[in-house]
């Protein structure tokens, strides 16, 4: 195991404890919140950038990578819908949209295409990092909460923007590689009819 997919490990095992923190009402518990939430975000950064750096890109690397950020941010999301600091429509699209990418990516790989986080879905991430961070604080500072609210709208937008780009660019691909397939396919016959003569072009060279 590679230290980049270690990395990725180590955000997927910092859920658990991030719930935890979020739902254990006690002093101070906000600034442990976001530490531990800005620490596994940071993973994140530093696991694409080892990988890149190291030449140790891997297929298991940009599969697991995504899940372990939607792991991360629909665990902070549904544990700050249970604390009522945010509206539950607004996190039902944003983890639907990691679903529904999951589920993209597993029909993508069995057709032998893999995606790379596109540049809006890296966006997404970063506001998503933003506004819980900002959300967690809103209790201690107040005055936050229209920019944690800004924010949150921000990644509504571009999930459901980084999702289409998903689809799009999926069909696209699926689409473009049935095409060229059904240009290679045989002609098929009806029962009984003759298939033309085929010419003999080796001859016509001399």
Known sequence: M???ISLTLLRIFFVPLLVVLLLTRERNMD?????VFLLAAITDLLDGYVARKRGQVTTLGIL???IADKLLISAALVSLVELHMVAAWMVVIIVGREFAVTGL??????QGITFAASELGKTKMLFQVLAVTVIVLERRYPAMRPLGEVLLWMVVVFAVASAAQYFWNFWRRVDGGVTRRSARAPVVFEAGEKPPKEK?????RS
């Open 2 to 4: 590679n230290l980049p």
């Open 64 to 66: 697991l990578d995504p």
């Open 200 to 204: 003999n072009v080796a001859a016509h």
């Open 105 to 110: 990516r597993g029909i993508a790989m069995a």
């Open 31 to 35: 600034l442990w919140v976001v530490a």
